[in-house]
Each structure stands twice: as C-alpha cells, then as structure tokens.
C-alpha cells in the first residue's frame, strides 16, 4: 500500500521568509515518482516538479527547491524567500503501480502556507 | 493548447438525485483521473480511465461509477447521493497511463448536496 503524510497542516511566514514543507512516503514499490503540486484560491492544482525513485538528486528552480532523500522516505520542498503569490495548499503525491500494472497516485492531504505581507 | 475542461462547474442537487460530471482532457491525452477532494479528506483519488477502459479504482462505493469515450472525454456519475458527498470533483488528464505522468488538473465541478 501507498501513503503520503504531510504532516504539517497549516504553515504562516512573513514574507521574505524561507519556509520548508515536509513530505513522507511509504512505499514497496521499487521503482515510483513523486511530485509536489500547488493548489492556489482559484482551485486548480498545478504541477511543480516530478522525481524518479533512482533520482536523488536535489533540484533547484529559482526560489524553489526540492530535497529527496530515500533513506529517509523524504522530499520535501522548500521555498526560499517566500512571496504572497506562494500562499496555497501544497500537495505532496506518490505514483506507484495497482496489481493490474498500471499508474496510482496517491496524495497527501496537503500543507496550507500562508504568507504574511 | 486547450487546458483541461469541467463542467459544470457548480451544481447544487438534493439527497436521493443523481448527478453526472463532465471532463474533456488536453487534446492528445489519453488518460483521465477523478478525484474528490473535501476539507476533511483531502484529495482522494476515485477512478482512472484510458482508451476507454477503468484501469484503476479507488475505495468508493458502487454509486460512484465512470466511463471514458473515444475521444478521450470521461463522466462520472453519482446515483443517489448523500450529503456526505458535496466535494469539489476534479479531473486530471494525462498522456499515457505509465506511472510517472505529470497530471494536469481541471478547474472542478463543486457538487453540494443538500
């Protein structure tokens, strides 16, 4: 089984702040993907960033950056110098594969961050 | 490209109604996702389609049902709902259905059931 724990529910920063969301994942998949996506007021999820399980790579884009560490069943994603624009409930998610073989995706349930001008 | 399309996007049914959702992919996609996403469950996945055919299914009961036609476009149907189910549906679509597919998210249809 699949599960994704975001344990934080809410965050607030001021802006200008850096702030890191924490992502947890369980796994016996050998091969699976995370992402995190943003889900701003208007409602429609955006995808951020995907990674591959052989993948460990850090990775940076501008203000964001992701941090995969598998021996910790970890990714979590920090944004440096938050901006108002950043406030939205982050989801963290994990792709594996249903007995049948094909794509599951699972979500956590999300880190609301709030950005204080 | 167009990017993924609910509709409608508000309905407002009673209990016992039923209600059917719709969702046309990116054109090109052939994979279609629905999820339920409620303030105290977060986003739940309920079914995936591709080539017209369920490849997956989440833990929702018979009410919840789909289907995917040849052009891609996919509906889901909810028979006799409760209250418990008022959510905000949203459908993703994706190229193939291989895991690793970034999904691309629909707007949503917020269902509230009185």
């Known amino acids: 089984a699949q599960k994704v724990t975001q344990a934080q529910t809410e965050i607030s920063v001021v802006e200008k702040e850096d702030v890191t969301l924490d992502c947890v994942y369980e796994t016996r998949d050998t091969t699976y993907y995370l992402f995190w996506y943003k889900q701003p007021p208007s409602g429609e999820l955006v995808f951020l960033i995907r990674r591959n399980s052989f993948d460990e790579q850090n990775e940076i884009s501008g203000r964001y950056s992701w941090n995969f560490q598998k021996s910790t069943s970890s990714f979590n994603f920090t944004i440096t110098a938050s901006q108002v624009v950043d406030s939205a409930v982050y989801f963290c998610a994990l792709s594996g594969l249903n007995s049948g073989g094909y794509q599951k995706v699972t979500f956590g349930t999300g880190t609301k961050l709030q950005v204080i001008p | 490209k167009a990017g993924v399309t609910q509709t409608p996007r508000y309905l407002i049914k009673t209990r016992g109604q039923q209600v059917t959702l719709s969702c046309s992919p990116i054109s090109g996609h052939r994979s279609v996702s629905w999820y339920q996403q409620t303030p105290g469950q977060g986003l739940q996945f309920l079914f995936e389609y591709f080539s017209e055919t369920q490849r997956n299914k989440g833990n929702f009961p018979g009410r919840f049902s789909g289907r995917q036609f040849s052009n891609s476009r996919s509906e889901m149907n909810v028979s006799t709902l409760e209250l418990g189910d008022s959510a905000l549906y949203l459908c993703?679509?994706?190229?193939?259905?291989?895991?690793?597919?970034?999904?691309?998210f629909g707007p949503g249809t917020r269902l509230t059931v009185l």
């Open positions: 993703a679509s994706s190229p193939t259905s291989g895991g690793g597919n970034e999904q691309f």
